[in-house]
Every structure is written in C-alpha cells, then in structure tokens.
C-alpha cells in the first residue's frame, strides 16, 4: 500500500534551517507529483510546495519563495523540503502528499516549531 514516513522536523530558532524528507513506498514514486503541505494550529492545511515527476518543475506558496527548496530522488523514493530563514509562521506540522490513481495519500506529519 502507499505509504508516506516523514522525518527531520523539531524545534529550531528564527533564521535557522532545517531538512525535512519524506520516504515513498507502494508504488511508482516517479510517476508521480509529490507535495509538501503544512497545518498550523487552528488552520488549514496549505500546499507548500510540490514538484513534476521528473524533478523539472516547481512551485512555491508565495510565503515560502526563496527560502524553501522542494527535491526529490527518483532512485531512493525519497521527497525533501530544504527550509532555509524560518520564521515563527513557518511553525506547522508537515505533510508529504500525493494523488494516486484516485486516492489522495499523506504521511502521519513531522512538527516544525520555529521559537526563540
């Protein structure tokens, strides 16, 4: 079955960085558009980046441009999400996301806490 285990999440201070990745498992991982999605509390959950099947293209929600970067590796099955500048508004729980033939899967979430 499709299966999403994030990690790399924790509590890190404004300006710092952290590294999240997503390992795919239960199907074609390079077929696929993969996602990063975010829930702060007492939000909705907001598409933070995704990438094409091959990796050539992108995009960003416009509170993330330029300081995050979304990547995959077609050959480990793994989605990474390169956050760079945090700030206190990036503090959400993530999520790795993809549509499957017609199902929509997620990950169980890694916590990013931004905090001085």
């Known amino acids: 079955q499709v299966q999403f285990v994030e990690s790399g999440g924790g509590l890190v201070q404004p300006g710092g960085s952290l590294r999240l990745s997503c390992a795919a498992s239960?199907?074609?991982?390079?077929?696929?558009?993969m996602g990063w999605y975010r829930q702060a509390p007492g939000k909705e959950r907001e598409l933070v980046a995704d990438i094409s099947s091959d990796g050539g293209s992108t995009t960003y929600a416009d509170s993330v441009k330029g300081r995050f970067t979304i990547s995959r590796d077609n050959a480990k099955k793994t989605l990474d999400l390169q956050m760079d500048s945090l700030k206190a508004e990036d503090t959400a729980v993530y999520y790795c996301?993809?549509?499957?033939?017609?199902?929509?899967?997620w990950g169980q979430g890694t916590q990013v806490t931004v905090s001085s």
């Open positions: 239960g199907f074609t991982f390079r077929n696929y558009v």
């Open positions: 996301h993809s549509v499957v033939g017609l199902s929509t899967y």
